[in-house]
């Protein structure tokens, strides 16, 4: 005859005062995990209790119940709804529900308290990414869903682009195919078709480390910290169409510029415009470069400019910012880390004096209209515009009788004087070409006469000596 099955008889639920309830020493949590006890006040005040506590009668001496009921499994959900009644936002006699086991259950109180915390399964990192994403798909933002849970924004921004990596490859991970660190690195872009095919090729490469996988999926773009990318700047590129590929789990150095036509078009029309408005000092030619080659002054002969003197109100409000700067250095000397309020004004300090220190310099116009400037950017990604270079075809020629041109007048290769019709335009150059005005050529420019004979383009992002003076 087959043995019959014991039949299982589960635990009785009910609702008991919270004033009744009371935390027992059989608890095996004693350390602090998790969220904060606060925290879940909180999430409870907003949706309310989720789960019962586990709960047992307390009994006398003799064995009779006393009435109240000790908390074996649930204690940190007792402490938040504690802190509720402490708030007043919860009453002492609210009915809390609770699963009441048999006092006299041959399973301890220990037992029961040890399963409830070992035998639960954490949710696996997709779900919880997957259920971010359907609560933003819901209508809530970012900053509401952190506040919900009690994380930080970018922890959420993580979590979302983590979600929206291709299906395939969320696949994947889901069945322990890749590790989290090379999901998050296929995160930088969202082309799925790009990371798909970087996750094939992975397949016959013994490096499948992270770090491999960003630099293939980024190594058509252009890093941030390019002279062209910090010279547009990202809003610029961005406003023009361009897409920043950005890092959330790293330091990405200002992401990677994944447009380069896009972005050398951008950089070439500022360098452009740079080099229209120095062509209005007068020189006889511009070349324009993103980065000027090496050497290429070598054949050339650089003019013998006069720096201008500070003024005396710029030489005051150097002398006092020099003095500043001593002031500061000397009253943090021994200072292990500098305040981030004394960090910032020496910073803007340097840059004012850098100002100062980058003066103007005055040319002969009759130097200026036989010479030529140099527009590019700089390795930091400002602007640098270096004038005064003669070719030695535009080298003046000594007049029969061994006499020189007239000092200050501007004359041709012969050394004939210029008539008003022989006044060549400033021809730019960008990439070998010549760069023409909207009527297919420039009209010819005579030398401006506020800027002939001053160099005065300072690089960019730093201020010039009355933004200095504001420093004060």
């Not at 291709?166 to 998050?184: F, H, I, N």
């Not at 090729?201 to 499948?208: I, T």
């Not at 972005?263 to 324009?288: H, M, N, P, Q, S």
């Not at 400033?426 to 005579?446: F, M, N, W």
Request: glycine share 8%; net charge negative; hydrophobic share 40%.
């Amino acid at each position: 005859m087959a043995k019959a099955v014991q039949k299982i008889i589960l635990s009785a639920s009910r609702d008991i005062p919270f004033n009744k309830l009371v935390l027992s020493q059989s608890n095996v949590r004693r350390l602090k995990a998790g969220v904060s006890v606060e925290d879940l006040a909180e999430d409870i005040g907003r949706r309310g209790l989720l789960q019962s506590l586990n709960v047992r009668p307390v009994v006398d001496v003799e064995g009779a119940e006393t009435g109240q009921f000790e908390i074996p499994a649930g204690g940190r959900r007792y402490r938040a709804l504690e802190r509720l009644v402490r708030q007043k936002r919860l009453s002492k006699t609210a009915l809390i529900p609770c699963i009441v086991r048999d006092p006299g259950a041959e399973v301890s109180a220990e037992e029961d308290s040890l399963a409830e915390n070992v035998q639960r399964v954490a949710l696996h990192p997709l779900d919880q990414f997957r259920a971010f994403q359907t609560l933003r798909d819901q209508g809530a933002g970012e900053e509401e869903i952190a506040a919900r849970f009690f994380v930080a924004p970018a922890v959420v921004k993580q979590r979302l682009r983590l979600a929206a990596v291709s299906g395939k490859l969320l696949d994947v991970y889901a069945e322990d195919g890749m590790t989290l660190e090379q999901l998050m690195a296929f995160t930088v872009t969202t082309d799925h078709a790009r990371q798909e095919q970087v996750w094939e090729a992975l397949q016959q490469s013994y490096d499948k480390e992270p770090y491999s996988i960003r630099r293939q999926l980024t190594e058509s773009a252009v890093r941030g910290s390019d002279r062209r990318a910090r010279f547009v700047g990202a809003e610029a590129y961005e406003a023009a169409g361009g897409v920043v590929l950005r890092d959330l789990f790293e330091d990405d150095s200002g992401g990677w510029f994944e447009d380069v036509a896009l972005l050398d078009r951008l950089a070439t029309e500022r360098l452009a415009a740079a080099a229209e408005r120095v062509a209005a000092e007068g020189w006889k030619w511009i070349e324009v470069a993103v980065d000027v080659r090496y050497g290429h002054t070598h054949h050339l002969r650089r003019l013998d400019g006069v720096t201008l003197e500070l003024t005396p109100a710029e030489q005051v409000t150097f002398d006092a910012l020099t003095a500043e700067q001593t002031k500061l250095e000397i009253e943090y000397e021994r200072a292990d880390e500098l305040p981030d309020e004394v960090d910032a004004r020496l910073g803007e300090i340097e840059a004012a004096l850098a100002a100062f220190e980058n003066r103007p310099v005055r040319y002969e116009p009759a130097e200026i209209a036989r010479a030529g400037v140099f527009v590019s950017i700089d390795a930091d990604g400002q602007l640098a515009v270096d004038r005064g270079y003669v070719r030695p075809e535009d080298e003046p020629s000594m007049p029969v009788g061994g006499e020189g041109p007239a000092e200050g007048e501007a004359r041709n290769a012969d050394g004939t004087a210029l008539a008003a019709s022989d006044v060549q335009r400033t021809v730019i150059t960008i990439g070998g070409g010549e760069l023409d005005d909207a009527a297919g050529q420039r009209a010819d420019r005579p030398p401006h006469p506020g800027a002939a004979g001053c160099g005065g383009e300072r690089p960019a992002g730093r201020p010039d000596g009355a933004a200095a003076q504001a420093l004060l």
